[in-house]
């Protein structure tokens, strides 16, 4: 059997015998996708399942930081744990203004997002004391008028959490000793008293706004969570700060609710405009070095291939792939191009746009060969495709024994 690569389709000049096109396609069908596919979704859909169960059999409630239901890490059951130890009654509330008493503390673990009124019905509901976890200027100057952050006096707004001495004379931190202390940090105005400074800012001030009020002022709540309460004198200054009364009110914030104008921050907010300007600039310089550096694309060079691979070899992988793909009409059209390049000018045949013409080819054929007329030869180079793979195999000994002839002397 006679094969070689297959040459690129040419357009038959005038005149030339009507060829049916290919009844061989190669396009995917929707029965060869689905075998191919079905293991791949089996797969995803077992996943998906597992996934699912896995989701349905761990589900958990997931609490913000610091809220007392909250056995996580960065929760604050423990700390209600303690105080509930001590025989305080600890009660959680979504509205801070509900039946306050002069016996009261309130902690409000994000002041910044109540509203304005809020604040308001907070600052006149009467409570012993309000305990402000990282409150914003809002929250201030609603609870606290005397207290400002640092950052309005031109300090460092912010300071990394970690244990810090006192440094001060209000009592609970003196009796607590060292604590994790940080976050935000303020000014301890003219009434107020500030401990574990921070360069020029308090992360904790108290103030007294009457004969039985006071305010304290958090910049972190963070040695109240779960994780760090029993660490330094975290769990005696949180019981000092929470306990001095004898019910303790705790609110749950609405964290959907927006945050007020000027109230809490993320911490990219105190990263210097510079900064963003300088990552600009040095995004642009690694650009112009790369560019610098970059390798220019020089002349194509030739160089042996590692591995010699046969004509032979690529003509029987490129049967192949016919032969899986039951393309008998693409292989019977490679055959018969072929064999009409070969014999093309053996007859004197020139080539138009790349390949003889048919009707000049076929009567050079009749013409060698008086025993083979027209019309054989036509049937014969550009007939019907084969239906089996036994008539692709005898249409190419025929066009090996059509070659042969037209080349004997």
């Known amino acids: 059997m006679t094969s070689a690569v297959p040459a690129p389709p040419t357009t038959p000049g005038p005149g030339a015998p009507t060829v049916p096109a290919p009844a061989t396609s190669t396009a995917p069908t929707g029965r060869g996708l689905w075998r191919r596919a079905r293991w791949y979704l089996l797969t995803a859909a077992l996943v998906l399942l597992a996934a699912v169960l896995l989701a349905a059999v761990n589900r958990e409630r997931q609490y913000p930081p610091l809220d007392p239901r909250s056995y996580e890490p960065a929760g604050g059951h423990a700390a209600v744990a303690l105080l509930e130890r001590q025989g305080l009654k600890v009660d959680l509330t979504a509205d801070p203004a509900a039946r306050p008493t002069g016996a009261d503390t309130l902690v409000l673990p994000e002041p910044d997002l109540l509203t304005p009124e809020q604040l308001t019905a907070v600052a006149a509901a009467g409570y012993g004391r309000l305990v402000l976890v990282s409150p914003g200027p809002a929250a201030l100057s609603a609870l606290v008028p005397g207290v400002r952050t640092s950052e309005e006096n031109g300090g460092i707004p912010y300071a990394g959490v970690r244990s810090t001495g006192p440094d001060c004379s209000l009592p609970e931190a003196v009796r607590a000793g060292s604590a994790h202390l940080g976050g935000l940090l303020y000014t301890a105005g003219s009434r107020g008293e500030g401990c574990y400074q921070r360069g020029h800012g308090y992360p904790l001030v108290a103030v007294a706004t009457g004969r039985n009020t006071d305010v304290v002022v958090l910049g972190s709540g963070e040695f109240l969570t779960n994780e760090l309460l029993g660490k330094d004198g975290n769990a005696a200054l949180g019981l000092g700060l929470l306990g001095s009364r004898p019910h303790v009110t705790w609110h749950l914030p609405d964290y959907t609710a927006p945050v007020a104008e000027g109230g809490q921050k993320s911490f990219q907010d105190y990263i210097p405009e510079g900064w963003t300007w300088a990552g600009y600039q040095l995004a642009v310089a690694v650009v112009l070095a790369a560019l610098w550096r ?79 007329p027209g019309g054989d030869a036509a049937a014969l180079l550009y007939g019907p495709p084969p239906t089996d793979d036994a008539a692709l195999l005898r249409l190419a000994d025929d066009l090996d024994t059509l070659e042969r002839q037209v080349r004997k002397p």
Do not use: H
């Open 294 to 372: 970059a390798r220019r694309l020089g002349p194509v060079v030739s160089e042996q291939l590692p591995v010699v691979v046969r004509a032979s070899e690529t003509t029987e992988g490129r049967a192949r792939l016919y032969r899986r793909a039951k393309a008998r009409g693409r292989a019977a059209d490679a055959l018969r191009r072929a064999t009409a390049l070969r014999i093309a000018p053996a007859l004197g045949v020139p080539p138009v746009a790349g390949a003889p013409d048919p009707t000049a080819l076929c009567a050079a054929v009749a013409d060698r060969l008086p025993e083979r």
